[in-house]
Nanobody, 119 residues
Framework: QVQLVESGGGLVQPGGSLRLSCAAS????????MGWYRQAPGKQRELVAS???????YYVDSVKGRFTLSRDNAVNTMYLQMSSLKPEDTAVYYC?????????????WGQGTQVTVSS
């Protein structure tokens, strides 16, 4: 059973930066997709950024140019570098991964890490 563990959240002032990490207990090489979701109080969970094993990357419009997603297969870790943070980026951020084995999809989620952008 794969486990995803996020870290790197915290309190930051507007305009600041944070880097979130998502460490997998096993190899991430087999994941067909990995990404970051976030959920703010009273709002639905939204996809922030994702990357596929084919190399394509997606960013929601509100974070384009400010957030960068990367993955390091050697250490089984995915990152989300967040810059120019805004109060509206405040949310719990979740790591997500999708594996496909024998045409069966499995979704994995981390426990979430709180990001608060406030002065």
């Amino acid at each position: 059973q794969v486990q995803l563990v996020e870290s790197g959240g915290g309190l930051v002032q507007p305009g600041g930066s944070l880097r979130l990490s998502c460490a997998a207990s096993g190899s991430i090489f087999s994941f067909v997709m990995m990404g970051w979701y976030r959920q703010a109080p009273g709002k639905q969970r939204e996809l922030v950024a994702s990357t596929t094993s084919g190399g394509s990357t997606y960013y929601v419009d509100s974070v384009k140019g400010r957030f960068t997603l990367s993955r390091d297969n050697a250490v089984n870790t995915m990152y989300l570098q967040m810059s120019s943070l805004k109060p509206e980026d405040t949310a719990v951020y979740y790591c997500h991964a999708v594996a496909m084995r024998l045409n069966i999809r499995s979704d994995y989620w981390g426990q979430g890490t709180q990001v608060t952008v406030s002065s």
